[in-house]
C-alpha cells in the first residue's frame, strides 16, 4: 500500500507554478530506519520526513531527514568508515562540481550532544531530481565519523531559519540563485492512520490543504527567535485546565525532528497530577517525563483531555489524546499505554508530531513569521474560542486575550439589570393597581355603602 501510494505521488506531484514547487517526502518508520538517537525523542510507530536529494556532479543519491530545528545541510562521506557501508555515499574528489576548502570541521548538531565530524564542502545540492532545483556551490558538510546511534542516517537537510549564526541555509541558497522565488516553505505531515500525502512546497505553500470546515485563513504568528521557529504562546491546557503555573509567558518551538510534546517541569509536573486523576494508574517519571499506564490506550482514552493550545491570538489549536498517546508493551509483554510527552531542558514548551500531523506549517523566512492551518487530514480542530473558560487555573497566561468583562463592569450591568426589572414590576403592580382603584371607584359610585368593606379589603 505504501509503496503504491509513493509512485502515485511521484507521478502525481505538480509544479504549482514558476519559482514554486511541491515535492512528495517520504514518511519513514523510524524502525525502518532503525534509529536510535535517544530513547524518548524516537518512539515506536514514528515517522521521520525525508526527501531525495542528489549531491555533485556524478549525482550522488541521498534521502535527507528534514529537520526544521538545526540548520546544516550533511550527508555521509565514502570515506566514513564508521559509517555503515551502504550509507558511505558522498565523495568531493568524484565530484567535478565540487569546491573543497578541505577544512575538517567539528560541527554540532541542535539535536541532543550529537557531534558530527566532516569536510566543509561546497557543491551543487538538487532536490528531488538531478537538474531542475539545485543549489550550486552550497556549502555542505560531508560527514566522515559519525556516531553509532546516527549509522542508519545518510544525512539532514536543515530547515531552520535563516540566521548569520546558523549554517548556511539551503532555502535561502534557492532563492539566491533563483530557483524559487519567495523564502518560504510549507510543510505539510500526515500521521501513519490520517491518509493523505506529506509533502514539502518550496517557494511557497500548497493552498489546496485547507479542511474543508475552515474559513481557509492562514494564522500568523511572528517568531521570538532567529534560530529556530519559535512563537509565544499564552496558554496550554488539560481539557480545561491551564498547565500555567505562573504568569510567565512561555514560547512554543516548532520541531519536525521530535516525536512528542515537551513540557518545562512546572507545566510537566502540573500534567502529571491531571492525568493521574482522570486515569489512577497513570504512572510518571518526574526526572524523565516517562508517563504510561497499563492496558490498551483505547480503553481509558476517554478519560483523558484534548490538550488545547493558544498562541498570540483567539485562536485555540486541539490536540486529541489519540495524538499524545501510543499503544506499547512492558519489558513482561503486557499492553501498557504510554505518553508521547517528556520534559523539556527549558522554560519552553516543544511541540513535535503530535501537533504537526494536523496543521499545516508555512514557515516564513522573509518576514520571521510562521503560518499555520487546519489541513484536510487532521483529526484536530481549530476554533476562535479563546481562553476565557478557564477552570482549575493557578496562573494566567492568557491575559491579553481574556474577552471577560472587569467587575465593575459586571456590578454596573447588575445593578442596571436590577433597576430596569425593578422598574417594569413596579410599572406593572402600579397599573394593576390603578385599574383596580378605578374599578373599584365605578363601583363605589353605584353601590351601597355596605359592599364597599369587602372591595377596600381586596386592595
Ligand atoms: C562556499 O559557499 C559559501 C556559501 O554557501 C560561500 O560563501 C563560499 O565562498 C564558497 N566557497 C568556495 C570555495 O566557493
Ligand atoms: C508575513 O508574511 C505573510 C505572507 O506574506 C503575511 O500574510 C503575514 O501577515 C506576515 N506576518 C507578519 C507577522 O508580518
Ligand atoms: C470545559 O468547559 C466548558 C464550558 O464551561 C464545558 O462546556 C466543557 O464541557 C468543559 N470541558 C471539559 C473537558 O471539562
Ligand atoms: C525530551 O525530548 C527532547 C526533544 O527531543 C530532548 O531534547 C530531551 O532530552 C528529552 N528530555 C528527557 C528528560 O528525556
Not at 507545566?267 to 504510561?292: P, S, V, Y
Amino acid at each position: 500500500m505504501r509503496n503504491l501510494s509513493m509512485i502515485a505521488l511521484l507521478i502525481a506531484a505538480p509544479i504549482v507554478s514558476a519559482g514554486v514547487f511541491k515535492i512528495p517526502v517520504e514518511s519513514t518508520p523510524i524502525d525502518e530506519l532503525k534509529l536510535a538517537m535517544d530513547g524518548t525523542t524516537f518512539l515506536p510507530k514514528d515517522h521521520l520526513l525525508r526527501g531525495v536529494f542528489y549531491f555533485g556532479s556524478a549525482h550522488v543519491k541521498a534521502n535527507l531527514i528534514f529537520d526544521t530545528s538545526s540548520d546544516w545541510v550533511f550527508v555521509m562521506d565514502k570515506q566514513c568508515l564508521s559509517c555503515d557501508p551502504s550509507n558511505r555515499l558522498y565523495e568531493w574528489k568524484e565530484s567535478t562540481s565540487a569546491a573543497n576548502s578541505d577544512i575538517i570541521t567539528a560541527y554540532n548538531a541542535n539535536y541532543g550532544q550529537i557531534v558530527v565530524v566532516g569536510d566543509d564542502v561546497n557543491d551543487t545540492v538538487c532536490i528531488q531530481n538531478k537538474f531542475d532545483y539545485c543549489a550550486k556551490n552550497f556549502r555542505f558538510l560531508s560527514v566522515t565519523d559519525v556516531s553509532k546511534k546516527m549509522l542508519p542516517m545518510q544525512g539532514v537537510v536543515g530547515m531552520a531559519p535563516d540566521d548569520p549564526k546558523n549554517g548556511p541555509s539551503f532555502v535561502a541558497t534557492l532563492v539566491d540563485q533563483k530557483v524559487i522565488d519567495k523564502k518560504m516553505v510549507g510543510i505539510m505531515i500526515t500521521g501513519p492512520d490520517q491518509g493523505g500525502d506529506s509533502t514539502i512546497t518550496m517557494g511557497g505553500y500548497d493552498d489546496t490543504q485547507f479542511d474543508k470546515y475552515t474559513d481557509r485563513v492562514v494564522y500568523w504568528y511572528k517568531t521570538t527567535s532567529d534560530q529556530l521557529w519559535q512563537i509565544p504562546l499564552n496558554d496550554l491546557k488539560f481539557g480545561n485546565y491551564t498547565l500555567f503555573t505562573d504568569n510567565y509567558k512561555r514560547n512554543a518551538i516548532f520541531n519536525s525532528f521530535f516525536k512528542g510534546i515537551s513540557l518545562p517541569s512546572d507545566m510537566f509536573k502540573k500534567f502529571a497530577e491531571l492525568a493521574q486523576k482522570q486515569i489512577r494508574l497513570t504512572n510518571c517519571d518526574q526526572t524523565t517525563g516517562f508517563c504510561r499506564f497499563p492496558g490498551l490506550c483505547s480503553k481509558q482514552i476517554r478519560n483523558l483531555f484534548d490538550i488545547k493550545i493558544q498562541f498570540g491570538d483567539v485562536q485555540v489549536y486541539n490536540i486529541p489524546a489519540k495524538g499524545y498517546v501510543y499503544d506499547s508493551t512492558t519489558d513482561e509483554g503486557y499492553p501498557e499505554c504510554r505518553y508521547r510527552m517528556n520534559i523539556s531542558s527549558d522554560n519552553n514548551i516543544v511541540l513535535g508530531t503530535p501537533f504537526l500531523y494536523n496543521y499545516y506549517q508555512i514557515l516564513n523566512y522573509e518576514n520571521n513569521s510562521l503560518g499555520l492551518y487546519l489541513h484536510q487530514f487532521s483529526d484536530s480542530t481549530i476554533a476562535p474560542t479563546g481562553i476565557d473558560e478557564r477552570t482549575g487555573n493557578t496562573g494566567s497566561g492568557g491575559g491579553d486575550n481574556d474577552n471577560s468583562l472587569p467587575p465593575w463592569a459586571v456590578a454596573l450591568i447588575v445593578i442596571s439589570i436590577l433597576i430596569i426589572v425593578g422598574a417594569i414590576i413596579a410599572f406593572v403592580v402600579i397599573r394593576r393597581r390603578n385599574q383596580k382603584l378605578g374599578e373599584q371607584l365605578v363601583e363605589y359610585s353605584k353601590l351601597e355603602p355596605d359592599t364597599s368593606n369587602k372591595a377596600k379589603s381586596t386592595l
